[in-house]
C-alpha cells in the first residue's frame, strides 16, 4: 500500500525550475527522494513524504516474486456437427488449420474480412500451418466457406449470455480464483495488482487503418517464449507442466514482471504492474513535474528556436522549424523505422515533402501550410495552419529541388533532436512538449469555459470541450460508433418525451395557480407547490438530456480518453472538481480513480499545472 504523512512546508517553489543546476534538478526529479512539491495558486504548498525506503539510482525494487502469466487455453476441436466447407464440400480439417479457420470465422461479419489486404495475409498466414494434403486442396479464399463456424461460435456466445445465475456465478469465482492467484505479485514486501496478468490468445492481427499486416496470424505464446523477471532467492514461477521458461532473469532496473517478443512486428510485450500500483504512479508524477518544469524555461526555448530560424546552419534551422511543429501543433517527434516492417505513419522528423503543401494565401489568411500524413495507430492528421513568414520562407527553402518522397527534414532525426532538448532542459523529449502543451491547453480551457454558477451537468460539457480542445490539439480522432446514430435517435425520443412531460406539467401548474387564486387554502397553495417542483425537476431532467445529446454529438469523433489518461496532469481535474463541486467520479471512473490515486490526495482545489 502506498503511505504517506500530508504535512504543511516551509519550502517555496521557485519562479522557474529552469534555475534548478540539472544534477539537483535530477534528484528533485528522482521520486525516490519522495518529496512531492505541489505549487498552489494561493501560495500554499504542502509536501508529500512517501514512506517508503529509498533505493540507489535506478533500482526499481530489491525483491520481486510473483506466479507468471497466466497462458491462454488450448484450443479445443470445432464438434463433429459443424463444419469448413471448400467449393460446397464438407472437409475435415487438421487442428493447427482448424483453429486458425475459427479466427477467420469469428469476424466473418467484420469490415477486416472484405479488406483485400487483410484477406490476402490471412490466406498466406493460414497456408503455411496446413498440411501438405490440405494445400493441395485449399487454393483459394473465395470457394472457403466458414459461415457454419461462424454461427457455432454466435451462438454459443448467446447460449453464455442465457447461462443461469448460478452457473454465471461459477465463471465469476473461477475467474476470481485465476485473478487471486496470478494477478498479484509481492514487491519489496507489499501486494501489488499486476495489469496484464494473462497473455494474449492467438487470433488475427488487425491494426490500425489500411496497416500492411493486418489479417496475419498471431501465434499462441508459450512457457518457451517467455523470459521471467524476479528477485534472487524468490520462489520462482514453474511453468505449466511439460515446458520451460526461455529465461529466467534478475533485472531490478526495470519494473516488468515478464516479456516475450510477438511473431507480427517483432515488439516486446510485457507483464506490468497495475497502474494504480505505487511504481507506476511515481512514474506518471514524475512525468507531469518533468511537463511543469517545461512552464518554467518554454519562453527560453521559444525565443531560442525562433532565433535559429535565420541561423546560417541548415541544421539548426530545420530543427528550429521541427521543434515549433511539435511545440505549436503538439506533433510527434515520429521513429525512424524499416520500411515494409509497418504502416506508412511518420512523425515531426519523418515527415516528407508530399506531406505538406505550401499556400502564401489561403481564405483571407497568409503563410498557410496543408498537413496531410499518416500519425501514429494510421490515424490521419490533417491540418491548416497559418505559420509565421519566416517558417514559411524556410519550408520552402527545405523543398527546393527535392522530389515527394524526399524528408523534409533531411538533416534532422528524433535522436539528434531529443539531445538537443536534453541541452535545453535536463529530462526534456518531444513527447514532454506533447503532455505541457495538452496539461497547459486543458487548464487555460477550463479556466475559460467553466461557470460557477452552472450545475454539474452544464460543468460538465464545459469539462469535455476542455477536454476535446486537447484531444483536437493531439489529434485523438476516431471513427462516428457504428451505433452512434441509433443511440442519438434513442436519445432524441428520450428529450422528446420529456418536452412533452413538461408542457402537460406547465399547463397542470397554470391551472394549479388558477385554483390557488380562486380558493385561497392551504390545499390549493400545497398542490401548487407541488407542481411547481415537479415543473423544475422536469426542466432540471430535460437540460441535462439536451446537453448529453450536445455532448454526444460535438465528441462523435474525438477520443476523450487517450489524452486523459495519457498527457493531462490528473491534478487538473481532481483540483476543478474540488473548486466547482463536481464530484471526481464524474471525471474519472473507478479504475482511473485508482490509477490517480496519488493525484486525488495531493491536489486541493488551488492546484495549478
Known amino acids: 500500500m502506498l503511505k504517506h504523512v500530508l504535512s504543511l512546508a516551509a519550502w517555496s517553489p521557485c519562479p522557474s525550475h529552469a534555475q534548478i543546476p540539472p544534477a539537483s534538478l535530477q534528484r528533485f526529479l528522482t521520486f525516490n527522494a519522495m518529496r512531492i512539491h505541489a505549487a498552489c495558486r494561493n501560495a500554499k504548498t504542502w509536501k508529500i ?16 516474486e510473483h506466479r507468471g502469466p497466466y497462458f491462454a487455453p488450448p484450443y479445443e476441436r470445432l464438434p463433429r456437427g459443424v463444419s469448413f466447407y471448400y467449393n460446397g464440400k464438407p472437409m475435415r480439417l487438421s487442428p493447427a488449420t482448424e483453429e486458425i479457420a475459427t479466427f477467420y470465422a469469428k469476424m466473418l461479419d467484420h469490415d477486416y474480412t472484405r ?7 490471412f490466406f498466406c498466414d493460414w497456408t503455411e500451418q496446413m498440411t501438405s494434403e490440405e494445400r493441395k486442396k485449399i487454393k483459394q479464399l473465395d ?3 466458414f459461415r457454419e463456424i461462424h454461427d457455432y461460435f454466435v ?53 490500425r487503418g489500411d496497416h500492411p499486416k493486418m489479417g496475419r496470424v498471431k501465434k499462441r505464446i508459450m512457457p518457451e517464449d517467455v523470459i521471467i523477471n524476479c528477485s534472487k532467492g524468490s520462489k520462482i514461477p514453474k511453468p505449466p507442466p511439460g515446458h520451460k521458461w526461455k529465461e529466467v532473469r534478475c533485472d531490478n532496473s526495470v519494473t516488468w514482471l515478464a516479456s516475450w517478443t510477438e511473431n507480427i512486428n517483432g515488439a516486446i510485450k510485457y507483464i506490468m504492474l497495475n497502474p494504480s500500483s ?15 518544469c517545461l512552464k518554467g524555461v518554454v519562453g527560453k526555448i521559444r525565443a531560442q528556436y525562433r532565433a535559429d530560424w535565420k541561423s546560417k546552419e541548415m541544421k539548426k534551422r530545420q530543427r528550429s522549424v521541427a521543434l515549433y511543429f511539435i ?33 502564401p494565401r489561403m481564405g483571407g489568411k497568409e503563410n498557410v501550410v496543408e498537413f496531410d500524413f499518416l ?93 476535446r480542445a486537447v484531444a483536437i490539439l493531439c489529434n485523438h480522432q476516431r471513427a462516428t460508433p457504428k451505433t452512434f446514430e441509433k443511440s442519438m435517435q434513442n436519445l432524441q425520443a428520450k428529450i422528446n418525451v420529456k418536452r412533452d412531460q ?55 469523433q474525438i477520443a476523450l480518453g487517450t489524452s486523459k489518461l495519457n498527457y493531462l496532469d490528473p491534478r487538473i481535474s481532481v483540483a476543478w472538481c474540488k473548486r466547482f463541486c463536481v464530484p471526481i467520479e464524474k471525471i474519472f471512473n473507478k479504475t482511473q480513480r485508482e490509477k490517480f490515486a496519488w493525484a486525488i490526495d495531493m491536489a486541493d482545489e488551488d492546484f495549478v499545472f
Open 375 to 467: 500519425g501514429k495507430d494510421c490515424i490521419r492528421y490533417y491540418n491548416l495552419v497559418p505559420v509565421e513568414k519566416q517558417v514559411f520562407k524556410n519550408l520552402q527553402l527545405f523543398m527546393e529541388n527535392k522530389g515527394p518522397g524526399d524528408d523534409l527534414f533531411d538533416r534532422l532525426s528524433t535522436s539528434t533532436l531529443n539531445k538537443h532538448l536534453q541541452d535545453l532542459m535536463e529530462g526534456l523529449t518531444a513527447k514532454v512538449f506533447r503532455t505541457y502543451n495538452a496539461s497547459i491547453t486543458l487548464q487555460e480551457q477550463l479556466d475559460a469555459l467553466t461557470n460557477e454558477d452552472d450545475n454539474v451537468s452544464a460543468k460538465l460539457l464545459s469539462y469535455n470541450r476542455a477536454n
Open 143 to 145: 470457394k472457403c466457406d
Open 115 to 121: 479488406k483485400a489486404i487483410f484477406k490476402k495475409n
Open 327 to 359: 511545440d505549436k501543433l503538439a506533433l510527434r517527434a515520429g521513429n525512424e523505422k524499416e520500411e515494409g516492417e509497418t504502416a506508412d505513419t511518420v512523425g515531426c522528423c519523418s515527415l516528407r515533402v508530399e506531406h505538406l503543401r505550401l499556400h
Open 502 to 556: 413538461l408542457c402537460d406539467a406547465k399547463l397542470e401548474l397554470k391551472k394549479a395557480k388558477a385554483d390557488s387564486r380562486c380558493k385561497r387554502d392551504v390545499k390549493s397553495k400545497a398542490a401548487l407547490e407541488k407542481k411547481q417542483k415537479h415543473v423544475e425537476k422536469l426542466e432540471e431532467q430535460l437540460e441535462k438530456l439536451v446537453l448529453q445529446a450536445t455532448d454526444k454529438e460535438e465528441n462523435k
Open 49 to 64: 513524504r512517501w514512506e517508503e525506503e529509498q533505493h540507489a539510482n535506478g533500482v526499481k525494487w530489491q525483491q520481486l
Open 155 to 207: 451462438e454459443r456466445q448467446e447460449a453464455q449470455k442465457a447461462l443461469p445465475k448460478e452457473e454465471k456465478q461459477k465463471l465469476k469465482k473461477e475467474a476470481e480464483r485465476i485473478q487471486e492467484e496470478y494477478g498479484y505479485c509481492t514487491i519489496d514486501g507489499h501486494r501489488e495488482k499486476i495489469g496484464n496478468f494473462k497473455t494474449e490468445p492467438p487470433g488475427l492481427f488487425r491494426g
Open 278 to 292: 505505487k511504481l507506476k504512479g511515481e512514474k506518471d508524477w514524475q512525468k507531469y513535474e518533468i511537463a511543469r
